[in-house]
């Protein structure tokens, strides 16, 4: 995200132009958010933690979700125009807040481009979010780990259990970019170092444990759902747990500060939480319960996100999060861009950057169809064009007039260039679309794991059928055994289509859903159904970022992003 | 260290201990040592870092060295009486400063027993000091860890720099005690996940960027070593350093705060830093220079640690830290107990709480050597009697005999039970002993490795000679072909005897030292020399720590120890 954006008269990298802003201090940006001296933890001082333990109830403020298109490779930046609009917000006296997830170690020293918003409309300190940030990954990490060896101890104490060590499915994790962490195997060495095991690593952000955090009510409800957590199968196929191993206690343990969501500042001086990060699709894909709640708390809106199209981030919102969580939203960002448009109708990344009316004609029906899907929950979308400097009047022209024909609510978003001020018409658009309506989920759990996806498939992504493979069939067998089946589901499929398909770009219909597996999550609290390849420990690139991060003898991080 | 000390009237556990303890904000502890404003960095209410790039200089105070015997296993209370006998200057009206390891979150979740002092001698706020404190163990897992991906990385996008993937020695690491990733094989599942190799995972403390943060002098200093960091060999044998891959900007920007001491407090109100935590056999185990430093520009009086007995940690301090840093010692405190003597004695486990003059008088030799030893540096001995209840009368009067025969200086330590209150003599022997002679290290580097190894052998060991291994003769070329053998040694040795045999108790002469292998740590600064098995991955024993640590719905830790 950084470059072509519209105002490129001082073109800066995020890092040079977050570092040439000065912050105030974490405690001043507390105080304006009302954030009680005893609950305010600091980690420098620039972050905080919040101890929620020591907020007090108060009437909630409204929450809107910012979702997006089907998005080209690049993303359309969400967590840009979020943080923009939240500034704008503030900017017209409003008490507005910031709600978004935590970047990933891994991908920072993969590819250039940070998590944290960009050009004018980050949050800062961006240095430190993107690297340890206040350590909550490390925790999840270590928790992760933690339960790991205990299981293959108890292997190797006497498996008293009767686990059976093929059927162990509790990976380690690491916050790094490793492709060769994807498949090990571990144990070799002989009988005093451990039971050799075929296993692997995911990449932190994709561990159950990461989940669990996203959706614990507090520290109870975390320990709850860390026992639950399913580790393999024994010897007869009984699904074994945390809770058995005796874990939980511990895993809480090293999380307890990792619940507590973190406090930082926007570039515009709005307060930010900005806590946990789990994939949008392996699991469900927004900033913890914990910190939205929170925010809610002290703010009369909150601005929130759910990752990749309103098809994975958004329907996992409303179906898993806000129903867990017990949310109302009060209205839902669409964010698009012109050139995602053109991406949709099928035009090659090289000329995403030519005017091209018809390809917007083609590629509208994307658009179009998150918003008729937004419509499906009862929540109001209001359609945010985030601008780049290679968008044309006539383009911007075109979008306007289609939303005028669909009687959908439209502002454009300058914000990486300017921050706030490119989105103050949006964000009082956005005031005035605040709905009174109550979300209402898609389907009910109850109803069994069959009708979810099938419901999904249907009303999201406009399949005609699901088709079950041999493996996925006999998933389902062990989940009803169990009776995991009852529980919501979180669909891994393909950002780049409604379909399965990452090829079929726009609207497509008439298409089947092919599960392929289906993995219970039963301390997240959901089943898992992959319908493609899902990468959890990604690699890196032939010259990483890693390559050109340096920090100079005054602690200046440079070449960051 | 939870029983068996002087006053059983209350046996409380040292977590209970703790907090039960009302703490001082870290500010005002920050304000009474000394520490700017500008400089200090706050991590929650009790823990802080200090920025060293803030801290004006000053005229240095004075460092004292707490070393011991050689130990039995469940070790003599170094720590403890370090802590205690730094209250106990501060009650004696000094400016005292404790400096000290971190303790490693694997062993924490694994044997029961913490690492920050125990009873009424600890560090506080000692269960986020013992578990993720403030995330310089992350920092260095995560250095370490992408350096590794970095390397697997360049082999897998077409090796220009010819690594032998067979001989890369950079293992990853992390901070568990997990038998099952000792040894490992990575890369597994085609083409797309790496090249397939055999490898291994230490603990966080093993690693070489552990030592490296121990013994930079600032941020500089630490990115030099870290490029200097050798990863293994090319196809032609000579070496690959972590420069020529470009990995030590990212890693120095992944430890800008690790390298910062962390500020924390003792029970009686002393300020205390505690950062770093290198082994003691395969790294040169003691807190940073760093630390040592920061706290001597404080303080005027500084007393700091050196891991197992003088032969292995009190050696490596004056050759190689002191050395790095350019320190001096004004005395060595040699920590001892009754039941460590006996044991020196060989008296069997279950017979040390049993009255045993014989026993003493035949064991003493081995406090006896330790107290020459030290002397050999140019250093003065003062004997701490770390006391316990089943200590009698008659063998506390041997032990004061013996030491005014020899004119040892030797005083007391009532710590665990009584805190400072229990270690103002000794404080008062300590000040009364303060030195001015010079440290003298052992040998000089520039001889020679193997002159260097025999140097310690003789004069401290006490061996007789030197043998090396056909593969230990092989890397002795490889040292002296890359020019390596003119670092200092850190020789990983038993710490149960003077010799490499762990069954050799008391005072052994005429032994031969065994070296197996050399590894050159060139980013740490010196060579490691093995002349045993060494453990850089512990295991779980059958019911870990892990399984009876909690956390109450208020966030109270219990079962920690």
Known sequence: MTAQH???????????????????PITEIAARAGVADEALVPYGKYMAKVDVTQVSDSEPGKLVLVTGVSPTPAGEGKSTVLI??????????????????????????????????????????????????????????????????????????????????????WQRCLDVNDRALRN?????????????????????????????????GDLEDLKRRLAAITIGLDFDGNP????????????????????????????????????????ANIAHGCNTLIATRTALSYADIVLTEAGFGSDLGAEKFFDIKARAGELDV????????????????????????TENLDALRDGIVNLERHVENVRKFGVTPIVALNLFATDTDAERAFIREWADELGVALG?????????????????????????????????????????????????????????????????????????DTLPVCISKTQYSFSDDPAQLGAPTGHTLHVRKLIPRTGAGFVVALTGDVMTMPGL?????????????????????
């Open 6 to 24: 519209t105002q490129e008269t001082q073109p800066k990298t995020d890092v040079e132009i977050a570092q040439a802003h000065k912050l105030e």
């Open 84 to 169: 923009g609009l939240t500034d704008a917000l503030t900017r017209l006296g409003k008490k507005a807040m910031v709600a978004l997830r935590e970047p990933s170690l891994g991908p920072v020293m993969g590819i250039k481009g940070g998590a944290a918003g960009g050009g004018y409309s980050q949050v800062v300190p961006m240095e430190n979010i993107n690297l340890h940030f206040t350590g909550d990954f490390h925790a999840i990490t270590s928790a992760n780990n933690t339960l790991a060896a205990m299981i293959d101890n108890h292997i190797q104490q006497g498996n008293e259990l009767r686990i059976d060590p093929r059927r162990v499915t």
């Open 184 to 216: 090990v195997v571990t144990g070799l060495g002989g009988p005093t170092s451990g039971v050799p095991a075929e296993t692997g690593f995911t990449i932190t952000a994709a561990s159950e444990i990461m989940a669990i955090l996203g959706l614990a």
């Open 240 to 279: 074994v747990t945390a809770g058995q191993l005796h874990a939980e206690g511990a895993m809480a343990a090293l999380l307890k500060e990792a619940i507590n969501p973190n406090l930082v500042q926007t570039l515009g001086g709005t307060p930010a939480f900005i806590h946990g990060g789990p994939f």
């Open 330 to 353: 009060a209205a839902a960002v669409i964010v698009v861009t012109i050139r995602s448009i053109k991406h949709n109708a099928g035009v090659a990344k090289d000329d995403l950057k």
């Open 412 to 484: 454009e978003a300058d914000v990486w260039a300017r921050g706030g001020e490119g989105a103050e018409e949006l964000a009082q658009l956005l005031l005035d679309n605040l709905s009174e309506e109550s979300l209402a989920p898609l389907y009910d759990p109850a109803d069994g794991i069959e009708n979810a996806i099938e419901t999904i498939a249907r009303e999201i992504y406009r399949a005609d059928n699901v088709q079950y493979s041999a493996n996925a069939k006999r998933d389902l067998k062990v989940l009803k055994d169990n009776g995991f």
């Open 541 to 561: 690139p032939k010259t990483p970022a890693a390559n050109t991060i340096d920090i100079d003898d005054d602690g200046r991080i440079t070449g960051l992003f």
